[in-house]
């Protein structure tokens, strides 16, 4: 999970927010600590997968919600 202000995508400089997590499966938590910015702060789910993977093979993620000094929001 990367977060940043920025709309676009850079693993090598958008700072990562949470643990890689290496073998992802059912429900998967991210904590931490991050200091937003003003105005839009964008969160951003990057999954990998191994060039072996069958063509046509699905990746499914959601985002079920996030907690903002104390709030959730869904």
Do not use: H, K
Request: zero cysteines; hydrophobic letters at 30%; aromatic letters at 12%.
């Amino acid at each position: 999970l990367y977060s940043g202000s920025n709309t676009t995508f850079n693993y090598q400089t958008t700072p990562q927010f949470g643990e890689t997590i290496t073998s992802p499966s059912g429900t998967m938590l991210f904590t931490g600590s991050q200091a937003l910015v003003p105005g839009n702060n964008y969160f951003i789910l990057v999954m990998r997968t191994t060039p072996a993977a069958p063509l046509g093979n699905l990746v499914d993620a959601t985002y079920e919600a996030v907690r903002v000094d104390g709030t959730r929001y869904t």
